[in-house]
């Protein structure tokens, strides 16, 4: 009988390492191919172009027109201030934490492997995995976060430091380390008066988190939100918007999750706080993309990010005991299984909209060297393409007048959009030049040159390259 339960359990531990193995083998085929197939978009190489030109000082006052946090720009910045391997460099670094962040999930995660699994393949992690950007680093430190949850007052620096950090990558992030925060505070306040914890204790980590608060409010303070993404026409809430025609598993994905958000209260009825912390991330989330900014698919997929954060939250401390807790947290599993199937085209879009233009000034390198270059600054050719032309030292400008390599462009990006070309600046810096190169891509701008309007230049169309239009200009 003995041997026979010993051999039942030997056989459940090795299927449960089988599946680690594998999940984590296929994982890296498959993640690792898609990044070597990937060509990064223009949001990926604009974080580059920033942490490039800019200093830490520049990068802090511009956050509140990026949206993103001072972590991300941070971490290229030794990379990319020295042009080392671009996009490889940004790329594994961030494959890297998101690769963290999921060894961190099977090594501490109350879940059952098949869950492990599936979250491993969800939406989230495939998205993260892909895109170089700040939120595979939240990703990991909210996976961080989770892993000390039950010994928080244990190790409490260790753990108000993962939220600051967390706090200080996305908009997004920050939503669910602020919640945590708040929560943390109470369990100070419960621990202080058991004398579990000393005041000295509390002062230094209350020390901590004002300083957290206080680059935040650095960053984004002022914040000012781009015309673009108040487009709420385009907005079809990303439970459904994550593709337009039905799909079965997307609308099954759904479905769970509604239901999950509605019957967490008396899931969490143990620590009624960490449904508290959910249903304030998703309702806080949701005013986002409503009334502020109307987002892509990497910012909603934080909706269901922290479902599995607050599902492990309460799993790392309590046991189910009632039949609706397990029936909740078998649909949970079943929620996790349908991330897994999302349409790839929707999740994964290339770049490269400018690679025609960026091979041709590559191929034609004699003719543009020593001659200054205009590009509009509405458009995203001068973003896409700048690392990789960035080694022949052109003399490059936005269409404000701007150098490219100068905290003004990315200012001017925020703030003079409607413009789109100053021809009086343009000729005014080029008035001792024979002339200079200008890009268009713009049709309005198109429709003024065919008007004359262009600051006394006289433009002289030179080529054409898809998708844009390439004119000499002479004062």
Known sequence: MFKD????????????????????????????????????????????NI????????????????????????????????????????????WGFMFAAILVMWKYAPFNSWTKSFITF??????????ARCYSVGLFLLFCIC?????????????????????????????????????????????EAQSLISKREVFIIFSIFWTGALLVAMQIFGCIVPGYARNWSQFRFYYFYLGRDFYLPR????????????????????????AIFLLFCNAFLVTIFLKIYYGEAWHYVFLFVYLIIAVWLYCSEYELTSVFQKLYKNLFMIFCFL???????????H?????????????????????KIFFSSVYLADKEILPYIEKYKFDIYDSFGNSLRSYDTYYARWHYNVARYDFNKIHEIIKNDDYAF??????????????????????????????????????
């Open 147 to 191: 892993a000390l949850y039950p010994k928080r007052l244990k190790h409490p620096y260790i753990y108000a430091l993962f939220i600051v950090l967390t706090a200080n990558t996305s908009v997004m992030a920050l939503v669910g380390a602020f919640a945590l925060g708040i929560l943390f505070f109470f369990d100070l306040h419960k621990a």
């Open 351 to 371: 770049g490269g909209l400018y690679s025609n233009f960026k091979d041709y000034i590559i191929k034609n390198q004699q003719v543009f060297q020593g001659k």
């Open 122 to 131: 969800s939406l989230p992690v495939n998205i993260f995995s892909l895109y």
């Open 438 to 475: 200008i890009i268009l891509v713009d049709n309005y701008v198109m429709q003024k040159v065919r008007q004359g309007d262009t600051g006394g230049l006289k433009l002289e169309v030179y080529d054409s390259v898809y998708p844009a239009m390439i004119f000499k200009a002479y004062p």
């Open 339 to 349: 991330l897994m199937f999302f349409p790839s085209q929707l999740i994964f879009p």
């Open 51 to 94: 942490s490039a030109y800019l200093n830490l000082h520049e990068i802090f006052d511009l956050m509140k027109y990026e949206g993103h946090l001072f972590i991300w720009y941070l971490l290229i910045m030794p990379f990319a201030k020295n042009g080392l391997f671009f996009p490889y460099s940004m790329q594994l670094i961030n």
């Open 5 to 48: 339960l010993f051999n039942t359990f030997e056989s459940k531990v090795n299927i449960n390492k089988l599946l680690f193995i594998i999940s984590i083998m296929v994982y890296i085929i498959l993640s690792l191919s898609r990044l070597y197939n990937h060509i990064p978009i223009c949001d990926e190489i604009h974080a580059w």
């Open 251 to 274: 609308t099954l994905a759904v479905i769970c999750h509604g239901i999950l958000l509605i019957s967490s209260v008396n899931f969490f009825k143990k620590n009624i706080s960490i």
